[in-house]
């Protein structure tokens, strides 16, 4: 399962095909055809890894802050790519692991019948 949500794997045949975009799903595999939109991974990843990161972000700059004092720059220079590559990098393997649980699991919305 990790390495089905580090690199995007799609959970019924392992093709590289799970994303269409940076975070955005895909709408089908392209080795097996198995439609990704019928998984609904939703918008929890999003809200818990804003929180994770930017308290983590905000306790290493407060850290350096007071271990160096360096100009504000450096901190903008510092915290502002490494913010955005860990959310960016966090949501694709987060989405990719509640979609490949979702599907090992069978789970599906109440009362649709696939």
């Known amino acids: 399962m990790a390495e089905a949500a580090l690199f995007g794997l799609c959970p019924r045949c392992g093709a590289k095909s799970l994303f269409g975009g940076v975070v955005r799903f895909a709408a089908r595999c392209d080795g097996c055809g198995l439609d990704y939109s019928r998984f609904n991974v939703g918008d929890g990843p999003a809200a818990f890894l804003t929180l994770l990161i930017g308290g983590l972000v905000t306790v290493l700059a407060i850290w350096l802050q007071l271990a160096v004092s360096p100009p504000f720059w450096v901190h ?3 915290w502002l790519p490494l913010t955005a ?9 987060s989405k990719a692991a509640l979609l490949y649980a979702e599907f090992s699991r069978k789970a599906g919305e109440a009362g649709r019948e696939d």
């Open 76 to 78: 903008i220079l510092l």
């Open 85 to 93: 590559a860990a959310v960016l990098i966090g949501l694709r393997a």
